[in-house]
């Protein structure tokens, strides 16, 4: 007769699968809001071993910003690295980010809401700040390159693009009705349907 397999306790938590739920739990009551007392209750695990894989609540933070942040600079390396012109590396960084948005959904929810309490968020911002900076800069050249009209100030461009992008994490739920690229042709038709100066 063999002996019946030993019980498992409550199943141990990994940093991926930890950080998953702290971002669901931060953008539920917010970051300020939530309490690693919280966490440990949501985890069904003790604080100690919450701090097994982290710090501190606040690296938890760092992580999540930093995923949303480093996928949105991944798709600003890939625009950079290719030629022609800016209009169309424009459009490449709309579609990117709006891809970066759909896979990482939670991630640049908390990313968009941080603001600014922390070191870790004030980090967060200075690293927008240079994304819109790189956004505003592709605008202007493509305003001087004659595709985009002129009668509107880059940086209110950019703001207004990704405004619009940004609006997504407000309605977008994956798994019900648009796929990540329907999203991004959508996107794009709106917004350059507008921006483009059509051929004289």
Known sequence: MTAAPARRGRPGYDLESL???????????????TSMEDLSRKLGITKSAIYHHVPSKQELLRLAV?????????VVAEVEAQDGRAIDRLESLV???????????????????????????RAALARRREFDRIVTELVAKAEAEGDVRADVDP??????????????????????????????????????????????
Request: glycine content about 12%; overall charge positive.
């Open 19 to 33: 950080l998953l739920v702290a971002v669901k739990l931060f953008n539920e009551r917010g970051y300020d809001g």
């Open 66 to 74: 930093d995923r949303a942040l480093d996928g949105l600079f991944g």
């Open 95 to 121: 579609r990117g980010s709006v891809s970066v948005l759909v896979a990482q959904l939670p991630f640049v929810t908390l990313l968009l809401r941080v603001r600014g309490n922390t070191k870790v968020e």
């Open 155 to 200: 940086a209110v461009t950019s703001r207004l693009l990704f405004g619009l992008v940004n609006s997504l994490i407000e309605w977008y739920r994956p798994g019900r009705g648009s796929t990540g690229t329907e999203l991004a042709d959508a996107v794009c038709k709106i917004a350059f349907d507008g921006l483009r100066l059509s051929p004289q």
